[in-house]
């Protein structure tokens, strides 16, 4: 399998720490307000590539924080005259909800900054040892930027480049500060700011410390992936690498995958500017599934437009899918023919071609558009190959694999309310069919089968009316 990784800038076989796992963390949001569709990008693609691991038989630790201190929660709280742990936590659950929305299947672990504490000071205490890291007049501790030679590797900046960069801060007066190039790894509190005890004031811990002690401490000081959106690259994952690799003395992720960004009007979508939707205005319009749709129909280092003709488009396409998938349904239910035919055995091993095209695609660095283009040819297999004469068996078949390939991208074959409605439609047509025919037996099977999915019929003078129990 094939990666890009930002350090090399290469694709790169994939090669575990230890067999047949996967250790992989991922930066997660900054939760002071309902996350949007750019934050959406990160959290569906890789946990595309989440699923293709397992797929592939590998047990995945996905780990993914929530950053819960931070000068935008704590604006938010002073805004609402409230306290920022209930911004944070308010917004966790709303995030959650989106997540389980766009079926981003939730991490092994996903830590809260604000619970890590003790770790941070205790990382940060171990760099102060080990002249990674000073405490500055005021308490501030910053990470001692050029003790770190290897320090511009992931963003392939030249350090010299950086300071001059820098010049600007020096001249605003930071002058607690050796260097320029050094950077906040604990700052001492505000008045109404949250704060914790340590050994060099009361305060709060920087951003990037906050995700190195996590990885640590759920995943092991080697990790196999570490992944963002590529804003992330530099300053927060350089400084990241910096600071754990001086603290741990070993390397901290072997690959480094970034997605690129979500962009409306081919601007990037941020909150700061103002250009942004966010999930829940989305998924009120469509399906979350053709939001995944959307996302994975585009490569992952893709700068990706969105557009209402892009939503559309995603929308018919994965119509084209479920409605695939509904036939194969009424096929496994009304099959006359339980077993396959030879015929039928010959035709389901010609599929494995587009196993193997789907397969390719994802082990080329996760190109998710290359294969749902695959699954659009099995569809198209699907709508050619099977009709009224096609066995149950040759049915499922074909559903089975069609729901798991669908898996890995985690799209559902039954989706929104509108399919099952419809399936429900089918069932009810099929029974008043044959009541018709008086097949009593079939049509009885039919009232189950819809009772046992909690659909309970009427049989009224206006004709079959139904209901949820
Ligand atoms: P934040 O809450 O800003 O820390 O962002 C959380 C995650 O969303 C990070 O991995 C960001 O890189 C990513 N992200 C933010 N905006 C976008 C965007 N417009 N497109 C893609 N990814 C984004
Ligand atoms: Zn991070």
Redesign the pocket.
């Known amino acids: 399998m094939q990666i890009f990784n930002t350090l090399s800038r290469q694709k790169e076989e994939f090669v575990p720490i230890e067999e047949g796992k996967v250790r992989m963390y991922v930066?997660g949001p900054t939760v002071y307000n309902l996350i949007h569709i750019g934050n959406a990008r990160p959290m569906i693609v890789f946990d595309t590539v989440r699923r293709y691991f397992e797929y592939k038989g590998y047990t995945v630790n996905y780990v993914s924080?929530f950053?819960d201190v931070d000068d935008k929660i704590i604006k938010k709280a002073i805004e609402e005259g409230t306290t920022s742990d209930a911004v944070s936590k308010r917004y966790i659950v709303e995030c959650k909800k989106d997540m389980a929305d766009l079926n981003v299947k939730p991490a092994t672990t996903h830590p809260l900054a604000t619970e890590e504490i003790d770790g941070m000071i205790s990382m940060i205490n171990t760099l102060i040892e080990k002249g990674h890291a000073y405490k500055a007049e005021d308490g501030t501790v910053y990470f001692r930027t050029r003790s770190f030679p290897e320090y511009g590797k992931l963003s392939h900046r030249n350090i010299d480049d950086l300071e001059s960069g820098h010049r600007d801060i020096k001249v605003a007066g930071e002058s607690t500060k050796e260097d320029p190039l050094d950077f906040v790894l604990w700052k001492p509190k505000k008045e109404g700011e949250p704060y914790w005890k340590s050994p060099w004031c009361d305060g709060r811990p920087g951003?990037?410390i906050?995700?190195s002690v996590m990885s640590k401490k759920y995943l092991g000081q080697e990790i196999d992936i570490h992944a963002?959106g590529e804003d992330?690259i530099f300053p927060?994952?350089e400084n990241?690498i910096a600071q754990s690799e001086a603290a741990n003395g070993v390397q901290f992720s072997k690959y480094w995958m970034h997605n690129a960004f979500l962009n409306i009007d081919n601007k990037k979508m941020s909150k700061s500017l103002g250009n942004f939707f966010t999930v829940r205005e989305i998924t009120e319009k469509y399906d979350p599934q053709v939001v995944r749709f959307f996302m994975l129909n585009a490569h992952y280092r893709s700068p990706l437009n969105f557009s209402a003709e892009l939503m559309e488009s995603a929308k018919s396409s994965l119509e084209r899918i479920t409605t695939a998938a509904r036939n194969l349904k009424y096929r496994m239910d009304n099959a006359a023919e339980k077993k396959s035919t030879d015929a039928e055995t010959a035709l389901y091993m010609t599929t494995n071609e587009f196993v193997n095209k789907f397969e390719e695609a994802m082990e080329d660095d996760f190109n998710t558009a290359d294969a749902l283009s695959a699954i659009f040819e099995f569809v198209k297999f699907i709508n050619t190959n099977v009709s009224e004469a096609s066995s149950k068996e040759f049915a499922k078949l074909l559903y089975d694999r069609l729901e798991k390939l669908c898996g890995v991208m985690g799209l559902l074959l039954e989706t929104d309310e509108e399919d099952l409605d419809s399936e429900i439609e089918k069932m009810i047509e099929a029974r008043q069919q044959a009541r018709k025919n008086k097949d009593f037996a079939e049509a009885d099977r039919i009232r189950d089968e819809l009772l046992s999915k909690g659909i309970i019929l009427e049989d009224t003078r206006e004709g079959v009316k139904w209901k949820r129990a």
Do not use: F
Request: hydrophobic share 15%; with cysteine; aromatic share 8%.
């Open positions: 930066c924080n950053t951003w990037h906050e995700c963002g992330l927060h994952h990241e």
